[in-house]
């Protein structure tokens, strides 16, 4: 298998950002749900933490009337989830692309990714009150921060030059 690097023309690049970006964002959104159906399990209501997001959002229901799992809610939500997952996985892939070339933008890269979390949080809080009190803020993070984990992992494991680069990140910074 031929890496992401050794793939040069625009159409390439553009084949390999799309590929790259469908595959991390569906690892990342795999990972966040996986963790919450372990946890959804642990708690003894398999399928709830979509269900909720998914009656809270789509329904306009508050945290405290939804008390049972609702299919159509766990896969109305589950779709949005992966949809969001993969494009946020598009915007990796082309951030990564550019960190290949550029390593003094992975300084930016991590000032938009403390960006983006803390946006999440309060669309989320916009969006639907009272769910991440619900769920719980550090589970809320542990499961961000495993989905981070999956797609930077998959996206330098695809891109060994970005790898490569995390030692050039601060040389023009001085």
Not at 112 to 125: D, K, P, Q, R
Request: proline share 4%; with cysteine.
């Amino acid at each position: 298998m031929a890496t992401a690097t050794t793939r040069a023309t625009p159409l390439n690049a553009a084949r390999v950002i799309a590929e790259d970006g469908f595959l991390s964002g569906v690892i990342g959104g795999l990972t966040v749900a996986i963790f919450f159906l372990v946890v959804d399990l642990v708690g003894g209501r398999p399928f709830f933490t979509p269900s909720l997001l998914g009656s809270v959002l789509f329904l306009g229901e508050s945290v405290a009337t939804v008390n049972a799992v609702d299919a159509p809610m766990v896969m109305a939500y589950t779709g949005l989830h992966f949809l969001l997952f993969v494009a946020v996985g598009m915007a990796a892939a082309f951030a990564v692309r550019e960190f290949e070339v550029h390593p003094h933008v992975g300084v930016l890269l991590v000032i938009l990714f403390v960006c983006f979390e803390a946006s999440f949080i309060g669309i989320s809080t916009a969006l639907m009150p009272g769910v991440i009190g619900a769920l719980g803020t550090t589970l809320v993070a542990i499961a961000n921060l495993l989905s981070a984990a999956a797609m930077a992992t998959y996206l330098l494991w695809r891109h060994p030059r970005a790898w490569k680069q995390l030692d050039h990140v601060w040389d023009d910074a001085g």
